[in-house]
């Protein structure tokens, strides 16, 4: 039973302050959420911890879900016996909706990754960046003349991209026999005329 609450927790709910002093953590809480609430919450009771926190979904008046970050610490009295609990609890909504929508998208983008029948490749040219800081800081000013001169720096920067990932298509063109096989570096495929 909620002895105390504040008008934050009155506009997460929904629910009036006296409405909510009549109303207990199972009657707030997602179904889904109440198991691992409750054994946290009862397991502080008996004494394992003095506190925990977890994230979970409240349950508004109105029916629709508020993700919280709750921090509940237990308070005790001279002899050791539970008086209270009180609870810190921070809505975090948004970010829970904002993570959703990323792994959704993510999702989206692995799908269409996987599924097209063109060569995707990802690629990370961090390393390529720095080859070429270093060239210019060695005073070169016209980057086509020089590679073209040196093929050997060509070389080396296909060896520093760094292959992420590949997509099925690229397997199959590439004759591999899993996409690991391709993973590391662009000079395991690059032949010299590719150079």
């Given at each position: 039973?909620?002895?105390?609450?504040?008008?934050?927790?009155?506009r997460m709910?929904?629910?009036?302050?006296?409405?909510?002093?009549?109303?207990?953590?199972?009657?707030?809480?997602?179904?889904?959420?109440?198991?691992?609430?409750?054994?946290?919450?009862?397991?502080?009771?008996?004494?394992?911890?003095?506190?925990?926190?977890?994230?979970?979904?409240?349950v508004r008046?109105?029916?629709?879900?508020?993700?919280?970050?709750?921090?509940?610490?237990?308070?005790?009295?001279?002899?050791?016996?539970?008086?209270?609990?009180?609870?810190?609890?921070?809505?975090?909504?948004?970010?829970?909706?904002?993570?959703?929508?990323?792994?959704?998208?993510?999702?989206?983008?692995?799908?269409?990754?996987?599924?097209?029948?063109?060569?995707?490749?990802?690629?990370?040219?961090?390393?390529?960046?720095?080859?070429?800081?270093?060239?210019?800081?060695?005073?070169?000013?016209?980057?086509?003349?020089?590679?073209?001169?040196?093929?050997?720096?060509?070389?080396?920067?296909?060896?520093?991209?760094?292959?992420?990932?590949?997509n099925a298509?690229?397997?199959?063109?590439?004759?591999?026999?899993?996409?690991?096989?391709?993973?590391?570096?662009?000079?395991?495929?690059?032949?010299?005329?590719?150079?």
């Amino acid at each position: 039973k909620y002895l105390s609450v504040n008008d934050e927790f009155c506009r997460m709910t929904g629910y009036r302050r006296d409405e909510l002093l009549k109303l207990t953590l199972r009657d707030l809480t997602h179904e889904e959420d109440y198991p691992r609430n409750h054994e946290l919450f009862e397991r502080m009771l008996a004494g394992e911890f003095p506190s925990y926190q977890l994230e979970k979904r409240f349950v508004r008046k109105d029916g629709s879900i508020v993700w919280a970050d709750v921090h509940r610490t237990l308070f005790k009295d001279a002899d050791g016996n539970p008086l209270y609990v009180i609870g810190a609890i921070a809505d975090i909504t948004t970010r829970k909706q904002a993570e959703e929508a990323l792994r959704e998208s993510e999702a989206r983008y692995r799908g269409i990754f996987n599924a097209v029948t063109v060569s995707i490749w990802e690629e990370d040219f961090t390393a390529v960046i720095d080859l070429l800081n270093d060239l210019k800081a060695k005073g070169v000013t016209d980057f086509r003349a020089y590679l073209k001169a040196h093929l050997e720096t060509v070389a080396e920067a296909a060896a520093r991209v760094k292959v992420l990932d590949v997509n099925a298509e690229s397997v199959r063109m590439f004759g591999a026999k899993d996409r690991q096989e391709l993973l590391g570096s662009l000079d395991k495929i690059f032949v010299p005329e590719t150079l």
